[in-house]
């Protein structure tokens, strides 16, 4: 074949190249109809917890109608959402006075339980001398040590704190504990064998590492907390949600008693996303795993 030829066979060769599709393309309709898809079901997904809890709401109000339960024993959704904005006041003033004790509690408990939490997974004299007592600690029923803090501290917001501290301590040490142990030893081998110091080493490689697992006890803290609250104010307390509910019990007030049970409700799905917030700002790469 002379060298014309091939010359003149190039051009059909490159023409039918072009002609051919890619390998992986797409056509542009499907590929958006697959993307709208994708953002309805998203938003469908999204969608389901609150239709649960309004499909919750009717399933109430429809029993309540239907088998004529009496107000005393079950009150209506209606009438319990228009207690909340009839008593609006008195129940903004108890509810100041139990997120307090949530607040500050919840922060102590954080405060104290991390760094002692790391102090016994990295140390093995700490494990030995200061891990023993939390757990008798831990073993000794609150209830019975809240008369003891009434005897200590009077009725104080301190015994409160005190209290709420005593309930969310042990779940959050055990998750910083359970955390700050989690990284396998590999990983520490060679931050040092390139030459890492131990403070790089930890807060570059054990501290992110350990945060899910101390964010899910800090969560478990949490929705603990608000029960340490409930339980200090109904033992001594002139103010807060315990206080007023355990008043609403004795005077057989049902709506009033729903009403505090929804406002508690509402203050752990806030306490809970508060706590997703920030773990969502500090643990980036977990973002970018979902």
Same mark, same amino acid.
């Given at each position: 074949?002379?060298?014309?030829?091939?010359?003149?066979?190039?051009?059909?060769?490159?023409?039918?190249?072009?002609?051919l599709p890619t390998p992986g393309m797409a056509p542009r309709k499907p590929r958006e109809a697959s993307a709208?898809?994708?953002?309805?079901?998203?938003?469908?997904?999204?969608?389901?917890?609150?239709?649960v809890f309004v499909a919750i709401l009717l399933a109430w109000a429809a029993a309540v109608e239907l088998f004529k339960i009496p107000a005393y024993l079950l009150p209506?959704?209606?009438?319990?959402?228009?207690?909340?904005?009839?008593d609006a006041g008195s129940l903004w003033i108890h509810t100041q006075s139990t997120l307090v004790v949530l607040v500050? @509690?919840?922060? $102590?408990?954080? !405060? =104290? @339980?991390?760094? $002692?939490?790391? !102090? =016994?997974?990295?140390?093995k004299t700490a494990k030995q001398l200061v891990y023993p007592p939390v757990i008798v600690l831990q073993l000794v029923p609150k209830i019975a040590v809240a008369p003891l803090l009434l005897v200590w501290l009077g009725f104080s917001l301190n015994t409160k704190v005190a209290?709420?501290?005593?309930?969310?301590?042990?779940?959050?040490?055990?998750?910083?504990?359970?955390?700050?142990?989690?990284l396998d030893d590999r990983f520490l081998y060679l931050t040092r064998s390139m030459g890492a110091s131990r403070w790089q080493t930890f807060w570059t490689l054990r501290f992110p590492a350990a945060l899910p697992v101390i964010f899910s006890g800090i969560k478990t803290s949490a929705t603990i907390a608000i029960t340490g609250a409930l339980v200090a104010e109904f033992l001594g307390s002139n103010s807060g949600l315990g206080y007023a509910l355990l008043r609403a019990s004795g005077a057989m007030d049902t709506e009033y008693m729903f009403a505090i049970l929804v406002i508690l409700t509402v203050i752990g799905v806030i306490l809970n996303y508060l706590v997703e917030a920030v773990e969502w700002v500090l643990t980036p790469w977990q973002r970018r795993a979902a």
């Open positions: 074949m002379s060298r014309k030829n091939l010359t003149a066979d190039r051009p059909s060769q490159t023409a039918s190249a072009v002609a709208t898809r994708r953002r309805i079901g998203s938003v469908a997904w999204s969608s389901l917890p609150p239709l209506g959704p209606l009438a319990v959402f228009k207690r909340l904005f009839t500050v @509690g919840l922060l $102590l408990s954080v !405060v =104290i @339980g991390i760094p $002692l939490g790391l !102090v =016994i997974a990295l140390s209290l709420v501290v005593l309930i969310t301590f042990f779940p959050l040490l055990m998750a910083s504990i359970s955390g700050f142990r989690i």
